[in-house]
Each structure stands twice: as structure tokens, then as C-alpha cells.
């Protein structure tokens, strides 16, 4: 590849990111919308509208408390990242990326502060609020794997690339949702917005660092992308559980069996290959994966989730 490829950036898109305006919506509690997707599997749980609305209130107080985290432990850190790379950046592909850490700071603040006023307006009490989401823990994990050794620079910028190609999607569907909370689509909007320019750049960088490759270092990147790609984006059921349990007062036990009487491990697995759809598409099209990769891990998940939270 002689040339760096195309990617969008906020001049050539006429748009601003949202840090610049520095305004955004909180929390209207005289409001009956939601304030995350009604979840069709368990809707014939909920005896009440107060115990489903809590239940979606919980889920989007951990949807913000991953976005802080997605922010400043796997996007900001695989920009400050670049540096250390032993492969090329052109000076202006570099700078444009580097305007990317200044806009996660800003929709971590952002999600922080939204997630302050849920916390206080309805008065949400999650345990485990300090442990950072299981997905998170995983991509710590790996980048203590000594497979990948050889490859430590590379990491965060694979967990940069595999979470920014999914976020835009997911966040357009939260605004689009009119079933919403006016709130809470309007800062997924904003966000969502930023992140098409993001996404477009992480995809170009991998592809211009893909082209620099060997092969030996191509198999181990293929190899992390693939861990990575189901660790950050297998639902995570535990959480699901704990938002379950505290909206229904129930233990988490108990709460764990009403979910399984309507969760499947094929549910699980396909909403994951929907959520990270655009991530899967752009691996494949790139030749970073390959179909057959995907499936065999999909085989080792399927069994995995039969082996853990199914097994009861
Ligand atoms: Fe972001
Ligand atoms: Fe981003």
C-alpha cells in the first residue's frame, strides 16, 4: 500500500466533535419513556411498569459505567499508544488520530456525569460497582498472554480497532429508538456522530498497519483479533443478571433463573454476531480473519456458555 488510506475527519463531514460544544442533555425524571431498549425476552417477567423501568435504568447505568471505561482503558490508551509502534504513521494520519483522545475524554465525562444523575435520581445501587466489566478484564488477560509477546505494542491498538468499528452502530440504534428517552438518544447521537469518525480512522490505521506486516506477525494479530473480538463483545450475562436481580429484588440466584427460562445460548450467540457485525465485515474484507477463525471460536463460546452460566 503506497498510500495511506481514506478515512473521514470532522472538517471533511462539515461537523464538529462534541467536546466543542460542551452541552448535553440530563436525565428527565417526569418522563415515562425508556431509558434502554425494551429487552423482549424477559418483558412477560415484569409484573410492573416501576419494576421493568428499573431494570432498564440499571442496564443503561452499566451501558455509561462500560462506555467510561471503553474510553479511557482501551481507546485513549491505544492512541497514546501509537508512539511506541515500530511501524510508520504518516505525520498527518497521526495527528488526526491524536484529536480522537481528546473526544473519548470528553464523552467519558460525559457518560459520568449522566450516570451521576441517574445514580442519584433513582437511586441505583449496583454491587460490584467498583470492578471494572468483565470484557474489560478479559482484554487485560490477554495482554499478559504470552502468546502475543511479540505483538504487546500492537494490542491496544487491536482492542482500539475492534471496539471502535462497533460502537457507532450500537449508539445510532439508541438514538434512533423512539421508545427512548429524549436524553438519552440525544447524547447517543452526539456520540454516535463522533464515533463514525472514529471508527473510519481506526479502520484505516489497521489497514495501514496490516500492509506493514509479516507474516509471522500477521498470524499472531490475526490470532488476538479473534480473542479480542469475542471477549469484548459476548454479552456479558452477569451484568444482565445483577440489573435483573436489583429491579426485582430477588437473589441473584433466583433472578438468574427467570432469565434462563428465556435466554438461549444460540440467543446469546447471535446477538453477539449482530452487535459486532461491522467489525466481523471489515476483518473479514481485510483478510485479517478468516470465516473459518470465527467459526471454530464460536464452537469453543457455544460450549463455554453451556459450561458456565447455563450450567445449572
Ligand atoms: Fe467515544
Ligand atoms: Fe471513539
Known sequence: MKNYPKYLTFSNRNNVPSVLNQAFPLPDSNTDKRYFPKNNLLYSNFNSIEYE???????????????????????????????????????????????????????????????????LQFQINLEDDKLPPKFIQKLELQKLNHTYEQIKELLPIIFGIIT???ISIELGRFAKNTQLESSVREICLSHALDEVVHSSQFQALGEWLWEQMDDKIKQLVSASFIDALFYR???????????????????????????????????????????????????????????????????????????NFFNI
Open 164 to 166: 471502535e468499528t462497533r
Open 233 to 307: 463483545n459476548m454479552p456479558d450475562l452477569d451484568a444482565l443478571n445483577l440489573c435483573f436481580s436489583f429491579a426485582s429484588n430477588l437473589p441473584i440466584e433466583d433472578s438468574k433463573k427467570i432469565i434462563l427460562q428465556s435466554y438461549t445460548v444460540e440467543f446469546v450467540i447471535a446477538e453477539m454476531l449482530e452487535i459486532c457485525e461491522p467489525t466481523i465485515k471489515y476483518l473479514l474484507k481485510n483478510k485479517m480473519v478468516s470465516q473459518t477463525q470465527i467459526d471454530n471460536r464460536i464452537t469453543i463460546e457455544r460450549d463455554l456458555l453451556k459450561n
Open 53 to 119: 423501568r428499573k431494570f432498564e435504568i440499571a442496564q443503561f447505568f452499566i451501558f455509561l459505567k462500560e462506555t467510561i471505561e471503553v474510553e479511557h482503558f482501551l481507546v485513549i490508551p491505544a492512541i497514546a499508544n501509537l508512539n511506541r509502534l515500530n511501524f510508520y504513521i504518516p505525520n498527518k494520519a497521526k495527528e488526526d488520530l491524536y484529536k480522537i483522545a481528546t473526544d473519548e475524554a470528553f464523552h467519558a465525562e460525559q457518560s459520568l456525569t449522566y450516570l451521576n444523575s441517574l445514580k
